[in-house]
T-cell receptor
Framework: AQSVTQPDIHITVSEGASLELRCNYS??????LFWYVQSPGQGLQLLLK??????LVQGIKGFEAEFKRSQSSFNLRKPSVHWSDAAEYFC????????????FGTGTRLTVIP | EPEVTQTPSHQVTQMGQEVILRCVPI?????FYWYRQILGQKVEFLVS????????KSEIFDDQFSVERPDGSNFTLKIRSTKLEDSAMYFC??????????FGQGTRLTVV
């Protein structure tokens, strides 16, 4: 069965510092991989996605993520965090069959301090 | 930019009452979904809908739940007899080809 693990429940970084949010997945084949961001009281906004090809994918707001098959990971990175990046970040796996339902991790809450 | 819209943004209902949550997916999308997020927990898949029928559903989606696409534009989730544990944020999503899902802003359901 597919599953997603986000080991860090809460991360605090200083504005301008680099960021890496971890995501590990379990799935029998190569999944679709996504990162979504949820600001307080808001819906889910897609940051980036991996389907196939280049394992380093670029997203919106300066985020990138790297798919590492050997580690079953899809970590999210940003070189310089802005205060507006404070939010909840969800990694998700999409199964490559049927309607491609998404399975989400438990999320990582990012706090940005001045 | 096209978006998924959900109404209402917040619904308060008494336990045992029926509620209908409404969604307007992006117009050329073919796959529709409902997810829910209990406060402080992860987003959970409820049901997917394609070609006017349920394609998959989770264990959460029991007989109290139903979905419908009544008029070719709306996509609704009905909870027949609400329980306290149904209190959650409910997200509608749609995709064109069953890959990249676009989510609505959610409906916060509070059962009292």
């Amino acid at each position: 069965a597919q599953s997603v693990t986000q080991p860090d429940i809460h991360i605090t970084v200083s504005e301008g510092a680099s960021l890496e949010l971890r995501c590990n997945y379990s799935y029998g084949a190569t999944p679709y991989l996504f990162w979504y961001v949820q600001s307080p009281g808001q819906g889910l906004q897609l940051l980036l996605k991996y389907f196939s090809g280049d394992t380093l994918v670029q997203g919106i707001k300066g985020f990138e993520a790297e798919f590492k098959r050997s580690q079953s990971s899809f970590n999210l990175r940003k070189p310089s965090v802005h205060w507006s990046d404070a939010a909840e970040y969800f990694c998700a796996v999409g199964v490559r069959t049927g309607a491609n339902n998404l399975f989400f991790g438990t999320g990582t809450r990012l706090t940005v301090i001045p | 930019e096209p978006e998924v819209t959900q109404t209402p943004s917040h619904q308060v209902t008494q336990m045992g009452q029926e509620v209908i949550l409404r969604c307007v997916p992006i117009s050329n999308h073919l796959y529709f979904y409902w997810y829910r997020q209990i406060l402080g927990q992860k987003v959970e898949f409820l049901v997917s809908f394609y070609n006017n029928e349920i394609s998959e559903k989770s264990e959460i989606f029991d007989d109290q739940f139903s979905v419908e696409r009544p008029d070719g534009s709306n996509f609704t989730l009905k909870i027949r007899s609400t329980k306290l544990e149904d209190s959650a944020m409910y997200f509608c999503a749609s995709t064109q080809q069953g890959i990249e899902a676009f989510f609505g802003q959610g409906t916060r359901l509070t059962v009292v």
